[in-house]
């Protein structure tokens, strides 16, 4: 059974630090890995996504990468501000499902 | 264009009593999916429709909960005679590819008393 691991639970830094956020999960035979954000009573907005043929993906200030065969992910945060304060949730996509398996996220605060 | 629509946005109910949560996905995404997240809890997985068909069923915890999706679009999630467990946010996401990018919807925030 897949299993996906975020840590830490929680995460405090001071505007303009860069940080990463680290996802583990069990099983390597998955189809592709996301990241989401989800802001305090809403929902997840999806921020990226890579493919397991795939090393990396970038947005703007964020860079998630993906090392499949050791079974790990992270997301990496340029330059923090404070609207980056939410949290932050991986999931994966196991091989042969079409399921979301999600990791209980890392909460993040950005204080200016 | 518009998002993933969840409705109600709240939802509270008395113990025993059957719900409905309905989900208006993004206009021609085929993928529909159903997960609940409970204080304290990851996000777990209910539900999979591929247009009106339900491949995965397998995350539904009892015989209690049931969803259908019609014309390819709107789905609805039903809990029948809820119990105080069932209280969570139920989030509603769609896809257009099998596997694609996931949007969710706000969720809608069931308590039962």
């Known amino acids: 059974k897949q299993e996906v691991t975020q840590i830490p639970a929680a995460l405090s830094v001071p505007e303009g630090e860069n940080l990463v956020l680290n996802c583990s999960f069990t099983d390597s035979a998955i189809y592709n890995l996301q990241w989401f954000r989800q802001d305090p009573g809403k929902g997840l907005t999806s921020l990226l996504l890579i493919q397991s043929s795939q090393r990396e993906q970038t947005s703007g200030r964020l860079n998630a990468s993906l090392d499949k065969s050791s079974g790990r992910s992270t997301l990496y945060i340029a330059a923090s501000q404070p609207g980056d304060s939410a949290t932050y949730l991986c999931?994966?996509?196991?091989?042969?499902?079409?399921?979301?398996?999600f990791g209980k996220g890392t909460k993040l605060t950005v204080n200016p | 264009g518009a998002g993933v629509s969840q409705s109600p946005s709240n939802k509270v109910t008395e113990k025993g009593k059957d719900v409905e949560l309905r989900c208006d996905p993004i206009?021609?995404?085929?993928?529909l999916y159903w997960y609940r997240q409970s204080l304290g809890q990851g996000l777990e997985f209910l539900i999979y429709?591929?247009?009106?068909?339900?491949?995965?069923k397998s995350g539904l915890p009892s015989d209690r909960f049931s969803a259908e999706r019609t014309g390819g679009s709107v789905s609805t999630l039903t809990i029948q005679r809820t119990q105080q467990e069932d209280s969570a946010v139920y989030l509603c996401?769609?896809?257009?590819?099998?596997?694609?990018?996931?949007?969710f919807g706000q969720g809608t925030r069931l308590t039962v008393v």
């Open positions: 999931a994966v996509t196991q091989g042969g499902s079409e399921k979301l398996v």
């Open positions: 429709f591929q247009g009106n068909s339900a491949p995965d």
């Open positions: 996401a769609s896809s257009p590819l099998i596997r694609g990018k996931a949007f």
């Open positions: 206009s021609g995404h085929t993928a």
